[in-house]
């Protein structure tokens, strides 16, 4: 009897192994029997039931043996012993008892029988679902990639990336265009011609002459119109103090412009209009010799030749810084030479003024020698060239 059952097998995932201490093989191995509960109990009956059959037969036969031994004269100890084993036997097998053991039934000790249906397997479905579930326990489908297809999408996204930087590159090249077109080529901002005006003009310094150099700016946008560069060429009319041009949005000009009045009037010999200089000899404009009232006049040969010489530059010098009243009591300008500048008043009386150094000095002087009947007496002539010892005729 070596205590091993073997029982037909059923088709339970998991079955209950019972462990026998009893039946062991000669080497003392652990057998194991597969089966149902009930088939672990009677094969444990059987096995003690084999267990018991034993012993008896060995206390048999050792009593059998201490009988034949006493009957040869006498008990031995080898006789002691044996009549030991059965009691021995009986404990063994009260104690022996089938044990049920839960444990994995793909573990199995070297050389024992391996059942291929109790060994432990992979539910590979169980598995897949368990990897595969979602957050809230639904399975979803395993992602499976196409190299192929995920090629062409990146091929797609980076296009798409593309066609975007180009589309908002383009779109911002349209904005800044549009922009600069609004701001300095479109009509929003165009200077228009009639909208520009004009005041301080006089006799002397025409609208006409304000307004060429006002519209030489029209059309462009009032962005880039150039206020300094308009006043710069106001200034340089003759006659013309200061001039200020102020932008009026969208498309408007404002232009205000402070004319001096002509320190003298040019007359050529047998000409009918009057050229009118200021204090630098520049030209101002030709008018006619009705206009002339109260402005000093220099009969010269040549207006272009006139307004280059020194002795001119240095007579409307002296004749701009006189007063109202005496520019208006002056009926003659003699200018020979830049040293030799002389005026006649309406009384008749003739002045000396040499150069135009130490002006206030001379005017001083001869003010008071001419608004003094004492000094001056019945003489016609003042030269106050040098004005320290001014000189009486």
């Known amino acids: 009897m070596t205590g091993e059952h073997r029982f037909p097998l059923e088709p339970q995932r998991t079955r209950q192994r019972v462990a026998s201490n009893a039946g062991a093989r000669a080497g003392g191995a652990r057998t194991v029997t597969s089966g149902t509960p009930s088939a672990a109990k009677t094969v444990a009956q059987s096995k003690e039931k084999s267990t018991v059959k ?89 992602k499976v990639v196409d190299f192929t297809k995920r090629q062409k999408e990146r091929r797609r996204a980076n296009l798409r990336q593309t066609v975007t930087h180009v589309a908002a590159a383009v779109g911002a ?14 009509p929003v901002l165009r200077l228009s011609p009639e909208r520009i005006t004009v005041s301080g003009a006089n006799q002397w310094v025409s609208k006409r002459q304000i307004m060429t150099i006002a519209r030489g700016q029209a059309g462009k946008s009032l962005l880039l119109v150039s206020d300094a560069a308009v006043e710069e060429q106001l200034s340089s009319i003759p006659g013309v103090s200061s001039a200020r041009a102020a932008k009026r949005f969208p ?32 030209v101002l404009n030709a008018v006619d010799a009705k206009s002339a009232k109260g402005i000093p006049v220099i009969d010269v040969t040549s207006v272009d030749d006139a307004v280059k010489s020194r002795a001119l530059q240095s007579a409307v010098v002296i004749l701009d810084a006189f007063p109202e009243g005496w520019r208006k009591d002056v009926t003659a300008v003699s200018a020979p030479t830049q040293d030799s500048i002389t005026t006649t008043f309406a009384n008749g009386i003739i002045v000396v003024w040499g150069d135009a150094t130490d002006l206030k000095l001379k005017m001083a002087i001869a003010d008071k020698i001419m608004n003094d009947p004492k000094v001056i007496g019945d003489k016609k002539q003042i030269n106050v060239s040098a004005p320290n010892r001014p000189i009486i005729k």
């Open 173 to 186: 090249i349209a904005v800044v265009a549009a922009i600069v077109w609004l701001l300095f080529f479109s």
């Open 54 to 142: 034993s012993a008896g037969s060995t206390t048999n036969s050792a009593k059998d043996s201490a009988t034949s031994s006493s009957k040869r004269g006498g008990t031995s100890l080898v006789a002691r012993m044996r009549a030991l084993l059965p009691q021995r036997g009986r404990q063994t097998a009260q104690v022996r008892r089938a044990r049920i053991v839960d444990e994995p039934i793909s573990r199995s000790e070297p050389g024992s029988f391996v059942d291929a249906n109790n060994m432990h397997s992979e539910d590979i479905v169980a598995k897949t679902l368990r990897q595969t579930a979602g957050t809230v326990g639904v399975a979803t489908r395993p």
């Open 251 to 282: 498309n408007g000009l404002d232009v205000s412009v402070e004319a001096q009045r002509p320190a003298a009037m040019l007359r050529v010999k047998g000409g009918d209009t009057l050229t009118a200089v200021d204090n630098k000899a520049r």
